[in-house]
């Protein structure tokens, strides 16, 4: 019997930071070696075109998040590893499931609305009228819209049953699955539907603002994958933390050392409970530089020289062909099952 297929994606929007790695690479590796699935994972740069990137930005950043993928541990003998635009069929697949969507479903989805408001001031958004709301989607870029369009194609296109995914995401995935279930219902079975795969994958909050994610946007709260050992120590010096000198867990009242415990945590391994008792008693400053030195260690391989451009163009080239040929395969089969064969 076949294992299930799993397939997941990052968006090559810029360098990755230690959100990106404990949020989504770090699990893709141990899902990938966990031997369960049959993993598919690719670069999402049609995803990142919403972003507007420049050309040369681009294309700098494809290669990069793929030498990420292959620094981190992700095997092209174990997964398929693959560049999102390279896949023919896709963007044909794409438009068929649009005819199957309510544009007033795409426009309800929560992701959008805060996209469409992320260069509002805060005031701002919180005083929006439903006027001034409908007049900055109007203005929006489309592909924000149809973003759940293009994931629900990404994943039913390869048959993938489970899809590691935030709580953020399950209202895109459930997206995928209504579409899966619309097209099953009018041409007959032809889709699975995939499976959030919701895993202990931590969620980590800016340096500066722990109630914020960790987001490029905001480096100064951001610990990159090829920061240095000194810039990590400098940042974590200057990170925020509570009042009071108790090492606790308590995302209510602690929100700040929570999070920092919940970065060590997820780097050595260590239950939370654990690290409270070893620094029971003692400062921030000890507990910040001994995770430091954590973060540090565990990010070395992203310090060291990555793999060549040859060889990470040679692995996407390898991994595109692979997906391509189940892509052509379910094209085939979907556009038999709705005449256009």
């Known amino acids: ?22 949020g ?22 049609f995803h990142a075109l919403t972003e507007n ?16 993928f292959l620094t981190a541990g992700l095997d092209p003998k174990k997964s398929i590893i693959f560049q999102q635009s390279q896949i023919e069929p896709l963007q044909e697949f794409k438009w068929i499931l649009s005819t199957l969507t309510p544009l007033s479903e795409l426009m309800r989805m929560t992701a959008f609305k805060e996209k469409v408001l992320q260069p509002l001031k805060p005031s701002e958004r919180e005083k929006i009228t439903k006027e001034k709301l409908e007049e ?8 924000l819209a149809e973003y759940p369009i293009l994931m629900a194609a990404d994943i039913l296109l390869y048959d993938a049953e489970f899809v590691p995914v935030g709580k953020d995401q399950l209202q895109h995935l459930e997206f995928a699955r209504t579409l899966a279930r619309k097209f099953n219902k009018k041409f007959g079975k032809t889709f699975v539907e995939p499976k959030p795969l919701l895993t202990d994958a931590s969620r980590i909050m800016s340096l500066d ?64 409970k ?37 060889k990470i163009k040679s692995v996407l080239k390898a991994g595109a062909k692979k997906a391509g040929k189940q892509a052509q395969a379910k094209i085939k089969e979907i556009k038999k099952k709705i005449g256009l064969i």
């Open 1 to 22: 019997m076949s294992k299930p297929i799993l397939i997941s994606g990052i968006q090559p929007t810029g360098k990755l930071h230690l959100g990106n790695y404990l």
């Open 24 to 45: 989504a690479l770090k699990n893709f590796v141990e899902l990938q070696n966990s031997g369960k699935y049959r993993c598919y994972f690719f670069i999402a740069d």
């Open 53 to 68: 990137p420049e050309a040369k930005d681009l294309s700098a950043n494809i290669i990069n998040l793929a030498a990420d």
């Open 136 to 143: 900055t989607i109007e203005k929006s870029n489309f592909g």
């Open 209 to 272: 603002d722990p109630v914020k994610k960790m987001s490029k946007s905001q480096p100064s709260g951001c610990v990159f994958l090829d920061d240095s050992p000194k810039t990590i120590q400098e940042k974590l010096a200057r990170a925020v933390t509570d009042s009071g000198r108790e090492i606790k867990y308590d995302l209510k009242n602690k929100a700040a050392v929570s999070n920092l415990l919940t970065i060590y945590s997820a780097l050595s391994g260590k239950p939370i």
């Open 274 to 310: 654990i690290l409270e008792e070893k620094y029971s008693g003692k400062g921030y400053a000890e507990f910040k530089k001994d995770l430091a030195k954590v973060i540090s260690d565990s990010l070395k391989p992203f310090q060291k020289s990555k793999p060549q451009s040859a």
